[in-house]
């Protein structure tokens, strides 16, 4: 498993978390296969498929990747 590491990552209101998701990816050392990872907030499993505006996410809320 990676070591723990914060990254920022810009959403707009329409953007899958799919690519929220493959963005965060990318941007860890090494870089982490996105169909391994899942967004979790509070503990909980997101729902890729929808864009960030649908999903019911504050702004400013610190998402965290979970890899398998």
């Given at each position: 498993t990676p070591a723990a590491q914060r990254h920022a990552?810009?959403?707009?209101?329409m953007m899958p978390l799919s690519a929220m998701l493959a963005e965060a990816c990318a941007k860890f050392k090494p870089a982490l296969d996105p169909t391994k990872a899942a967004l979790v907030h509070n503990k909980k499993p997101i729902d890729l498929a929808l864009p960030f505006r649908?999903?019911?996410?504050?702004?400013?809320?610190?998402?965290?990747?979970?890899?398998?």
């Open positions: 990552v810009k959403a707009t209101a649908l999903a019911n996410i504050p702004n400013g809320t610190t998402l965290m990747v979970q890899y398998n």
